[in-house]
């Protein structure tokens, strides 16, 4: 059971990327999922949250208006669109999972099946 996230890289501040993050050994529509990040020398952010059925999202505000989840439950996969993307977002991106369907807790704590997270750098 594990969750994989991918399609961080290198970019320019302003400049844009979208993360994927995949399901394996789980049915991911079952779930609400979450995207967190870690700076080095920082503690785990949570940035973004979508419900099971995609009909709930919750964002930070440091990302707000620039960031979108969006989830595809038939490819069993969940989306962070980043624009306008700012040095400060420069982190290690995991996606994890909430205890149900329903998006009622944003604390990392809550939420497992974490994976291998994906580098985003942005430069200045």
């Known amino acids: 059971v594990q969750l994989q996230a991918c399609g961080g890289g290198l970019v320019q501040a302003g400049g844009s990327l979208r993360l994927s993050c995949a399901a394996s050994?789980?049915?991911?529509?079952?779930?609400?999922i979450g995207w967190f990040r870690q700076a080095p020398g920082k503690e785990r952010e949570g940035v973004s949250f979508?419900?099971?059925?995609?009909?709930?999202?919750y964002y930070a505000d440091s990302v707000k208006g620039r960031f979108t989840v969006s989830r595809d439950n038939a490819k069993n996969t969940v989306f962070l669109q980043m624009n306008s993307l700012k040095p400060e977002d420069t982190a290690v991106y995991h996606c994890?999972?909430?205890?149900?369907?329903?998006?009622?807790?944003?604390?990392?704590?809550?939420?497992?099946?974490w994976g291998q997270g994906t580098l985003v750098t942005v430069s200045s």
């Open positions: 994890a999972r909430g205890p149900g369907g329903l998006l009622i807790t944003t604390h990392p704590a809550d939420f497992g099946a």
């Open positions: 050994g789980f049915t991911l529509a079952q779930y609400a």
């Open positions: 979508i419900s099971s059925s995609g009909g709930d999202t």
